[in-house]
């Protein structure tokens, strides 16, 4: 068994190491649970889980898929947080696989993908961050409509410019973001991982707010 000694600060604080952190999958706000047998000796365990940010992104279509499977009262909310804890895991499995895609020259630039060029897109100037796209991110723009995809190019070239002016989403490990933009009367998402020493940011998925939670959920 492994044993970390950390210190006790002048309140009664003590910094967990980051090998224990990871471990975990521990993030800021998380809550520990610490318990203690019959001989004084302490265990950790993981409690309450700090994924506020994913709230406002699915929140509202986790608990409606609950409720339709007849959960309530203490089910619900233990349910839910299960769920959108599910869901920030994805969110970083994907935010992996596409370092990974980008590293092995399975990504492109946005203005390349296929969806995108038909709408004889020009692209010279570009900004401080390189924005890539998986193969997935490209599969996702091939299935929406031509005058979804025109919202499109404006999106991406904000996330040149400024990509941490958007939301992030709670993930243990990366700098997932979302961004999301309106054609007609459906809300429609951009989700990104931002690898910011290397100025570059990967699309995870883009989509209406339903299509994206449905496939997360299907990864899931």
């Known amino acids: 068994m492994e044993t970390y000694r950390v210190k006790v600060g002048t309140k009664g604080e003590i910094i967990l190491p980051?090998?224990?952190?990871?471990l975990f999958g521990l993030v800021e706000e998380d809550t520990l649970d610490l318990c203690v047998d019959s001989e004084g000796k302490v265990f950790v365990r993981t409690a309450e889980r700090s994924v506020r940010p994913l709230s406002d992104f699915f929140e509202d279509l986790i608990i409606s898929d609950l409720l339709a499977e007849g959960c309530n009262g203490d089910c619900l909310k233990h349910k839910l947080l299960e769920h959108k804890l599910k869901l920030s895991t994805v969110?970083?499995?994907?935010?992996e696989e596409a370092h990974r895609a980008h590293k092995n020259g399975q990504c492109i630039r946005w203005w390349e993908a296929q969806a995108l060029s038909s709408l004889g897109i020009h692209k010279t100037d570009r900004g401080p961050f390189n924005v890539m796209i998986t193969t997935r991110g490209v599969h996702d723009l091939v299935v929406l409509r031509k005058e979804e995809l025109k919202e499109i190019p404006a999106v991406f070239e904000c996330l040149e410019q400024d990509p941490f002016a958007f939301k992030r989403l709670r993930g243990p490990f990366y700098e997932t973001y979302r961004v999301s933009f309106r054609c007609g009367t459906k809300e429609h998402r951009v989700v990104y991982t931002i690898f910011s020493q290397e100025n570059l940011i990967v699309i995870l998925t883009v989509g209406a707010r339903e299509v994206i939670y449905d496939r997360l959920n299907g990864i899931a």
Request: no cysteine; aromatic share 0%.
């Open 91 to 95: 969110l970083d499995r994907l935010s």
């Open 18 to 22: 980051k090998e224990l952190r990871e």
